[in-house]
């Protein structure tokens, strides 16, 4: 069973910082690119950013390019978006997606439970 567990969401300051953890079972990692999502208040799905299999190619949505950046650590299965420089539109359920495919952003086949990020002061 796939499983996508996130963590590290909160409250925090505008210009402030949070780190998102994504712990991934019940498939073969590194057999997958991996992506962030987050679904603001009254608002669809946004696609954050995604990572390749192998952490070679890194793609940031044009809002979050410089802000964020995504990692992968494959000894514990586990994916990363560091969130710096942290806006009011930042703020919503951040989740972890599982893609189809070992490249790409997309199609998602999986994503977890989501984390909530408040971003206000």
């Known amino acids: 069973e796939v499983q996508l567990v996130v963590s590290g969401g909160g409250l925090v300051q505008p210009g402030g910082s949070l780190r998102l953890s994504c712990s991934a079972s019940g498939f073969t990692f590194t057999d997958h690119a991996m992506s962030w999502v987050r679904q603001a208040p009254g608002k669809g799905l946004e696609w954050v950013s995604s990572?390749?299999?192998?952490?070679?190619?890194?793609y940031y949505a044009e809002s979050m390019k410089g802000r964020f950046t995504i990692s992968r650590e494959y000894a514990k299965n586990l994916l990363y978006l560091q969130m710096n420089s942290l806006k009011s539109e930042d703020t919503g359920v951040y989740y972890c997606a599982k893609v189809t495919f070992q490249f790409g952003v997309r199609p998602w086949d999986y994503w977890g439970q989501g984390t909530q990020v408040n971003v206000s002061s």
């Open positions: 990572i390749t299999w192998n952490g070679g190619g890194t």
